[in-house]
């Protein structure tokens, strides 16, 4: 007696027809939902009558529009269902077997990865649905980078567990990173992935064991497994190098496997970490205490040493840097170019160069003031004044920044009067402001009267330098 059958009379004239291929392939491993969406479709298919759209087929089966659309693209991917338009959604029920040209289409982009691209979404239920993009990138490890099924399947499990979040879109991404990464480091069976595999879980191992010598209580992320892997990899380091130079970490108040990467950098670089202390005390009077050295800074500072830079002329560098908020090594290395430039390369030429800018500042400032000007000196000022004490008297400048006072733009307005003066051959301050006001008498006669709005100029106008007023550092004798 067979197992299901109609009792006499049981049996519907009008019917829907189900292929016993759908239901020994498909019916064994589609989500419940989903199947319910599917055989209803076809029914639909039969009498449209029952249902024109989406909500239809929801209120029908008691599911949401969502979970709907969400199985007709499951049955997209499985090759049995075609969608033709989205506004209104319509889509048509394809054969399982038909004729020679479907079928070929079906083979090729649907049929011939049905179980692997199964047990993709196998992985993630079907509470994640996997979208065409995601198949498409699995599907290139297999054709493109010539894994086995069972490797990409393992690879996808183990990217799975890795931290960065468990949604199809990440662990797609991050898969399909370390897909190529170990496609060019000839990694493609399902035995090398397993190697691959006991590998990085020694890395974790390594990365879990050297924080918590650093007393970081979380798991690593990914770019501090890659330090560790670099560690292992390249540098052929054991657990035990590293646990040592974790000891090394004590002087600094905030430990990180960034600072041991760098410790043991500097280790494998051979020498250089013979400045990385020094490079350290410069990041410090940077404003970065808690920085660390990278190799091409330890480079560019045994650089500087060769040029003949002594390490405390540097670090006086670095103060005067900060104290203008210039923070970085880029700047400080602007800064010692310059004092190169001036021939300044001690800490003793350094101090003389500072007592030397003291001095222009305050001359500067006073000048600024007689014009009316509120700001400090800054760096193009300080060079203009160097080329006006080469070429005109104190008296004569200060004549001009009184001159100057009141006009729109102060410094400017002094460099076109002495210009002026110099080309009369007025040596004076007495013949200078007879000239100033007769030109001035002149102007006033001529020129139609104009209420012009002064501005006040703020340093701001003139933007930042790399010099600051000593005084406020060094005292007004230069000692700090």
Excluded at 176 to 191: M, N, P, Q, S, Y
Excluded at 195 to 215: K, N, P, T
Excluded at 410 to 437: C, F, N, Q, T
């Amino acid at each position: 007696m067979p197992f299901c059958s109609f009792s006499e009379g049981a049996a519907m004239f009008d019917v829907t027809p189900i292929e016993n291929m759908f239901l020994l392939e498909y019916l064994p491993t589609a989500p419940d939902g989903f199947l319910r969406v599917y055989l209803y479709a076809r029914m639909l298919c039969l009498h449209p009558e029952l249902g024109q759209e989406i909500g239809d087929v929801a209120r029908a089966l008691n599911m949401e529009e969502d979970a709907v659309l969400n199985a007709f693209r499951y049955w997209e991917q499985q090759g049995l269902v075609e969608k033709l338009s989205d506004r209104p959604a319509s889509y048509a029920i394809r054969p399982l077997r038909g004729d020679a040209a479907v079928q070929a289409e079906i083979d090729r982009d649907y049929y011939k990865y049905r179980e692997y691209n199964s047990s993709l979404q196998d992985m993630f239920g079907a509470a994640e649905l996997l979208e065409p993009k995601h198949y498409k990138i699995a599907n290139d490890w297999l054709n493109v980078l010539g894994f086995t099924e069972d490797a990409a399947l393992k690879l996808l499990e183990y990217e799975m567990r890795q931290p960065g979040g468990r949604k199809p879109g990440a662990v797609f991404r991050r898969a399909d990173k370390r897909a190529v990464e170990w496609a060019d480091r000839g990694i493609r069976t399902l035995e090398q992935v397993e190697q691959a595999i006991a590998c990085d879980d020694r890395v974790y191992a390594m990365a879990r064991a050297a924080m918590g010598q650093l007393g970081i209580n979380r798991k690593p992320t990914p770019s501090e497994l890659d330090c560790v892997r670099r560690w292992m990899d390249e540098w052929k380091l054991t657990e035990a190098d590293v646990i040592a130079a974790c000891a090394q970490t004590t002087k600094s108040r905030a430990p990180s496997i960034g600072y041991l990467d760098a410790i043991l950098r500097a280790r494998a670089d051979g020498g250089a970490d013979a400045h990385f202390a020094a490079v350290k005390a410069v990041l410090k009077e940077l404003g970065a205490a808690n920085a660390v050295p990278t190799p091409d800074q330890t480079k560019k500072y045994a650089a500087l040493l060769e040029q003949g830079f002594e390490p405390e002329a540097i670090e006086l560098a670095a103060v005067q840097c900060a104290r203008k908020r210039k923070n970085s090594f880029e700047e400080l290395e602007w800064m010692i170019g310059k004092w190169g430039e001036a021939g300044v390369r001690t800490r003793q030429q350094a101090e003389k160069y500072v007592g030397d800018m003291q001095q222009a500042t305050r001359e500067v400032r006073a000048l600024l003031e007689a014009a009316g000007l509120s700001r400090r000196p800054n760096m193009d000022d300080l060079e203009r004044y160097e080329g006006w004490k080469r070429a005109y008297s104190p008296e004569l400048l200060r004549c001009a920044a009184e001159c100057a006072r009141g006009t729109r733009m102060p410094v400017k307005y002094m460099d076109k009067l002495l210009a002026e003066w110099k080309r009369e051959g007025v040596d004076s301050s007495e013949a200078a402001r007879a000239r100033h006001g007769a030109a001035a008498a002149a102007a006033a006669g001529t020129a139609p009267q104009r209420n012009y709005q002064q501005h006040s100029y703020t340093e701001a106008d003139f933007g930042e330098d790399f010099y600051y007023d000593p005084a406020k550092d060094y005292g007004e004798e230069g000692g700090k």
